[in-house]
Every structure is written in structure tokens, then in C-alpha cells.
Nanobody
Framework: QAQLVESGGGSVQAGGSLRLSCAASGYTSSSYCMGWFRQAPGKEREGVAGIDSVGRTTYADSVKGRFTISRDNSKNTLYLQMNSLKPEDTAMYFC???????????????WGHGTQVTVSS
């Protein structure tokens, strides 16, 4: 029922910034916990950031201080502001949602199809 659509990915130089968006429909995102995940070629899906239904956030150590997860409940949209991007941030980025707070574990019930982020040196 729930649908998530990511946007905002692209190709940037190291040190640059991108803002990813995840538009949610089919459910009220304010009542769901949400997260951003990424997957690089040949690697497992990795939790990047999570935000629960009341706005509490969690970040992977690799992105702390550089990425910020937020949500605009009035727009049913999740965001990931990515600053000081590094080549190792290159991956397909996915958003996810669930009533259960999986935090950074890739066990969310609903998933988007992803948006590609490529960071060149």
C-alpha cells in the first residue's frame, strides 16, 4: 500500500553536497519510522540514517557530522542532506518506512526503488 519514491541523486565532486528526498504516499508518514540506506556494488545494504515517528535520529558512524536526516510531515517527505561527500559515499540510496523502529537495520517493510549518488575525486 505504501509507496516511497526517492529523488535528488546525481553525480558530484568530492566535498560537494546533495539533498535526497523521499516522497511517501499511501500512508501517513508521521506515524512511521523511516530510514535511509545505501548499497554499493558488491556490498550489502548499509543503514545510513534513521528517524522515528517523533523525530529522534540515528546515524551511521561513517556519516555523522556530514549527513542530516529530517522529515516534513506536512509534505509526507523524508530528506537526507549530504554534505562533504566522499567517493566512498557512492551508492544507490534507498528510503524505507515501517511502524516498527528498525533504526539502521535493513528490515523495514516498505522500500523505495532508490536514487543513485556518485561522488568523484
Amino acid at each position: 500500500q505504501a509507496q516511497l519514491v526517492e529523488s535528488g541523486g546525481g553525480s558530484v565532486q568530492a566535498g560537494g553536497s546533495l539533498r535526497l528526498s523521499c516522497a511517501a504516499s499511501g500512508y501517513t508518514s508521521s506515524s512511521y519510522c523511516m530510514g535511509w540506506f545505501r548499497q554499493a556494488p558488491g556490498k550489502e545494504r548499509e543503514g545510513v540514517a534513521g528517524i522515528d515517528s517523533v523525530g529522534r535520529t540515528t546515524y551511521a558512524d561513517s556519516v555523522k557530522g556530514r549527513f542530516t536526516i529530517s522529515r516534513d510531515n506536512s509534505k509526507n517527505t523524508l530528506y537526507l542532506q549530504m554534505n562533504s561527500l566522499k567517493p566512498e559515499d557512492t551508492a544507490m540510496y534507498f528510503c524505507a518506512a515501517d511502524r516498527i523502529n528498525w533504526v539502521l537495520l535493513p528490515r523495514y517493510l516498505f522500500w523505495g526503488h532508490g536514487t543513485q549518488v556518485t561522488v568523484s575525486s
